[in-house]
């Protein structure tokens, strides 16, 4: 059974600060893993990692992924509150995703 | 880019009704769509995955009658929550993928339902 852990469970820091956010999978047929942030709805797409070391950026965010570990971090620098969401990690196996059970983050002013 | 709509976005319903919610591909025809079910503070879990045309493959516990999908089309997927009760409240998100090797599923804004 394919499974994607993602620690820590929940976040609480202040602004400015830098988070890195793991996840870690056992998934066969792995093609990619995906990153995505949810607020009050869906989750809104972040980054989507298929090859090992290379680093994907967007803006404060960014997010690694190692193959030989199974594992991709998600990075966020100079934290603000409206980077207070659940961030889910998310495996590609065929054409279905396996998530994660997400980390909560909270920012405080 | 790709848009992915979901009708109603908020119901409530009487035990013992049936509430159907509708998953749309605005812009781009959705060869597969996908059916999430999200309870409080947890994350997604697969329901089922349908193509157009076919019938949908329902995940491990997942009740085929209670949960009936239909992709009648390659832009409109509908999940139809049979009989509802208050256990089956909870967010129900659908995304769709444009082609079967495609690697995005886009999302739509999901739907609460509330059973009472």
């Known amino acids: 059974e394919d499974k994607v852990v993602q620690s820590p469970l929940s976040l609480v820091v202040h602004e400015g600060d830098t988070v890195t956010l793991n996840c870690s999978y056992e998934?066969?047929?792995?093609?990619?893993l995906l990153w995505y942030k949810q607020e009050k709805k869906a989750p809104t797409f972040l980054f989507m990692l298929?090859?090992?070391?290379i680093e994907k950026k967007s803006g404060r965010l960014s997010s690694i992924l190692d193959k030989k570990e199974l594992s991709s971090i998600l990075n966020i620098t100079a934290t603000q509150t409206g980077d207070s969401a659940i961030y889910l990690c998310a495996t590609k196996a065929g054409n279905m995703l396996t998530f994660g059970g997400g980390t909560r983050l909270m920012v405080k002013p | 880019g790709a848009v992915v709509s979901q009708h109603p976005s908020w119901v409530i319903c009487k035990s013992g009704t049936s509430v159907k919610i509708e998953c749309r591909s605005l812009?781009?025809?959705?060869?597969?769509m996908f059916w999430y079910r999200q309870f409080p503070k947890q994350s997604l879990m697969l329901m089922a995955t349908s193509n157009e045309g076919s019938k949908a493959t329902y995940e491990q516990g997942v009740e085929k009658d209670k949960f009936l999908i239909n992709h009648a089309s390659l832009t409109l997927s509908t999940l139809t929550v049979t009989s509802a009760h208050p256990e089956d409240s909870s967010f129900y998100i659908c995304?769709?993928?444009?082609?079967?090797?495609?690697?995005?599923?886009?999302f739509g804004p999901g739907t609460r339902l509330t059973v009472t």
């Open positions: 298929t090859s090992s070391g």
């Open positions: 995304s769709a993928s444009g082609d079967r090797s495609s690697y995005e599923q886009y």
């Open positions: 998934v066969t047929n792995f093609r990619s």
């Open positions: 812009d781009f025809q959705a060869t597969t």
